[in-house]
């Protein structure tokens, strides 16, 4: 049973940067990849970025290029997401999931979640 644990989110100012982790247990060779999605009170859950294992293709929401950066340790099972000039509308619960799809379109395994604050 995959297991996916969220770290590193907090309370930080608009313009500064926070790097979420999500360290993966229990993965099989059937996952291909991993994303970050994100949800702010009374919205929709978004994508915001995901990753390949292997070869590492990475794949963006418009509204966080050239800010967000997703990254992987295959060693450790661990996707990160280093988050650079944020804005309050960023703040959200940030949740990453693992993927069984090729296509990294539908993800079957989530983490509990964890709280990104930007204060204006």
């Known amino acids: 049973q995959v297991q996916l644990v969220e770290s590193g989110g907090g309370l930080v100012q608009a313009g500064g940067s926070l790097r979420l982790s999500c360290a993966a247990s229990?993965?099989?060779?059937?996952?291909?990849?991993m994303g970050w999605f994100r949800q702010a009170p009374g919205k929709e859950r978004e994508f915001v970025a995901a990753?390949?294992?292997?070869?590492?293709?990475?794949y963006y929401a418009d509204s966080v290029k050239g800010r967000f950066t997703i990254s992987k340790d295959n060693v450790r099972n661990t996707v990160y997401l280093q988050m650079n000039s944020l804005k309050p509308a960023d703040t959200a619960v940030y949740y990453c999931?693992?993927?069984?799809?090729?296509?990294?379109?539908?993800?079957?395994?989530w983490g509990q979640g964890t709280q990104v604050t930007v204060s204006s």
């Open positions: 999931a693992e993927s069984r799809d090729l296509q990294l379109r539908e993800y079957d395994y």
């Open positions: 229990g993965r099989t060779f059937s996952t291909y990849g």
């Open positions: 990753i390949r294992w292997s070869g590492g293709s990475t």
